[in-house]
Structure formats: C-alpha cells, structure tokens
Nanobody, 123 residues
Framework: QVQLVESGGGLVQAGDSLRLSCAAS????????MGWFRQAPGKEREFVAA???????FYADSVKGRFTISRDQTNDSVYLQMNSLKPEDTAVYYC?????????????????WGQGTQVTVSS
C-alpha cells in the first residue's frame, strides 16, 4: 500500500506562483510514474502533469510553459511548480502514482491517490 500526502495549496492572485509537494510513503512496489491531476467544481478530473522515474515529463497543453513537474527519488517526492497562475487553474489538485501505468494522462491508469490540496486563483 502507498500513501500520498499533498501540501502547498492556497489562495493566490492571478500571475502568482505556488509550489505543490507530494510525499509518498509505505512504498511496497517500484513506482513507475507520479502525476498531478486537478478537479474544478462541476468538472471532471483532468490531467495536469506527470513524471516517470527515468525522468520523462508530460504536460497538459493548458499548463505547458507555466508548470514544471520534478521529483526527488531520495525521499519519494514529486513537486509541481506553478507559475503565472490563472483563475482557470482553480481546482483541487491531486497527486497520484502507479507501478505499471497503461497511460500517463488517464486517471484510471493510476493506482494510488492523495487527498488533494485546494488551489484558488483570484482575478
């Protein structure tokens, strides 16, 4: 079983930056990928970014050039640096991971999820 704990959310103004963190614990299997998803009220959960442990990164078109995902293998953590935030980035952000994902941008491909952290961007 794997536990994921996110932190770093908050209320910011448009144009500001935030850095989300996600720490994995109880790791019993080798995790291949860690990703970030978000869900706004009334909308489906959507892919934001992902990183494989070999270093490959993937981003949704809506965040390319503004968000950066990184990881620290020494402490099983992943980070999401969010710059130039927009009101449409407002959502609950979830960290997720999988050992053998069938894809990187589908929520169903991930096995473990964190509880989420709220990000609110005011205009």
């Amino acid at each position: 079983q794997v536990q994921l704990v996110e932190s770093g959310g908050g209320l910011v103004q448009a144009g500001d930056s935030l850095r989300l963190s996600c720490a994995a614990s109880g790791r019993a299997v080798s995790l291949d990928i860690m990703g970030w998803f978000r869900q706004a009220p009334g909308k489906e959960r959507e892919f934001v970014a992902a990183i494989r442990w070999i270093g490959l990164t993937f981003y949704a078109d809506s965040v390319k050039g503004r968000f950066t995902i990184s990881r620290d293998q020494t402490n099983d953590s992943v980070y999401l640096q969010m710059n130039s935030l927009k009101p449409e980035d407002t959502a609950v952000y979830y960290c997720a991971t999988a050992a053998r994902p069938s894809s990187y941008d589908r929520a169903l491909a991930y096995d473990y999820w964190g509880q989420g952290t709220q990000v609110t961007v005011s205009s």
